[in-house]
């Protein structure tokens, strides 16, 4: 098991970044390389949709499920093979003054994350950067077309 983490700090209301990060509906619309699926009468589990190389590439579909939802502090989900691999992907908000810092990581565990470990860990950290910049620039322009704010339904 292996995680890998970053940090940035913005300078947007944390409420603002909340609601564009737990607006799964709209991840394609600024995620360079991830979209969910909602499923229908399902709180915790979403489709999870990974294309490496954006919308032209090949894609990898797994079902995900929601594993913490911390009102203005936290948003996390896991997928994967239990066994072989599973990913956690997690996003951390903290107010800072008159911005937030964004802690951003991912963890790796099972048989493929010790085998495949230089190389997984080199690809996460890629895609952790590719992530955080899709982040601040859709956080740049004036308005974030989110639906909700406060996630209905949807439990921790």
Sequence with gaps: MFSVGTSLRLPVPIGRVWRLLVDIERYDDWHPTLRFTDRPGDDERVGYVYSPRGKLGPEFASEGRI????WLTGFSWRTGTRGLLVIEESYRLEKLGQGVEVTHRLECAGLFSW????????????FLKRSNMALEQQLRRTTVQSRYARPSGRRA
Excluded: E, K
């Design 67 to 70: 594993t913490g939802l911390d």
């Design 115 to 126: 085998l495949g470990y230089p190389i997984l860990r080199r690809v996460c950290s890629v």
